[in-house]
T-cell receptor, first 112, second 112 residues
Framework: SQQGEEDPQALSIQEGENATMNCSYK?????LQWYRQNSGRGLVHLIL?????REKHSGRLRVTLDTSKKSSSLLITASRAADTASYFC????????????FGKGTTLSVSS | DAGITQSPRHKVTETGTPVTLRCHQT?????MYWYRQDPGHGLRLIHY???????DKGEVSDGYSVSRSKTEDFLLTLESATSSQTSVYFC???????????FGPGTRLTVL
């Protein structure tokens, strides 16, 4: 069954604005990862945050993790039209340990 | 998509026929995965491999089998395709258990 649930399901913003996506999960995790998928393409790994980390940055991306609330957020600052894509969170369960369990994704649309 | 290819990229077949999808990597990664992606469900794990001849089931393994006789190749077989297996199939690889995954371009399979 799905582990992560992204919120919102869809988000429309203007270029230059910030975009925030949230992910909630159910079990104890080893790490949480965010992926991007452009239409018709495979997923691309964006960032990995371990369960003992609270915040991580990569370029215009900022990810937070709150293990007490079982939630994570992905912030994209100064959005560009090229950021238009679907974004997925995925967790690695502490019990399973190997496979990623994906949420259903947030579709981000950035208009110029 | 560098280092990981899928074949075929598109396939239309009829109910009851066998279908084999191939995933090939040149990265020498130990772990390989097969996912399916359907609207409203996100990505769901079918099977994965943690080494040559070592495989395990994922969330939606019924109706699918896999084989890995070489590090670089991971085959997904639908023994008798059904319309419910119409989907986009993604292969992924990773160096470590629970680590970031690199995805192939996907195979769009239609079962009539």
């Amino acid at each position: 069954s799905q582990q992560g649930e992204e919120d919102p399901q869809a988000l429309s913003i203007q270029e230059g604005e910030n975009a925030t996506m949230n992910c909630s999960y159910k079990t104890s995790i080893n790490n949480l990862q965010w992926y991007r998928q452009n239409s018709g393409r495979g997923l691309v790994h964006l960032i990995l945050i371990r369960s003992n980390e609270r915040e991580k940055h990569s370029g215009r991306l900022r990810v937070t993790l709150d293990t007490s609330k079982k939630s994570s957020s992905l912030l994209i600052t100064a959005s560009r039209a090229a950021d238009t894509a679907s974004y997925f969170c995925a967790t690695v369960d502490n019990q399973a340990g190997t496979a990623l369990i994906f949420g259903k994704g947030t579709t981000l649309s950035v208009s110029s | 998509d560098a280092g990981i290819t899928q074949s075929p990229r598109h396939k239309v077949t009829e109910t009851g026929t066998p279908v084999t999808l191939r995933c090939h990597q040149t990265e020498n990664h130990r772990y390989m995965y097969w996912y399916r992606q359907d609207p409203g469900h996100g990505l769901r794990l079918i099977h994965y491999s943690y080494g040559v001849k070592d495989t395990d089931k994922g969330e939606v393994s019924d109706g699918y089998s896999v084989s890995r006789s070489k590090t670089e190749d991971f085959l997904l077989t639908l023994e008798s395709a059904t319309s419910s297996q119409t989907s986009v199939y993604f292969c992924a690889i990773s160096e470590s258990s629970g680590g970031e995954q690199f995805f192939g371009p996907g195979t769009r399979l239609t079962v009539l």
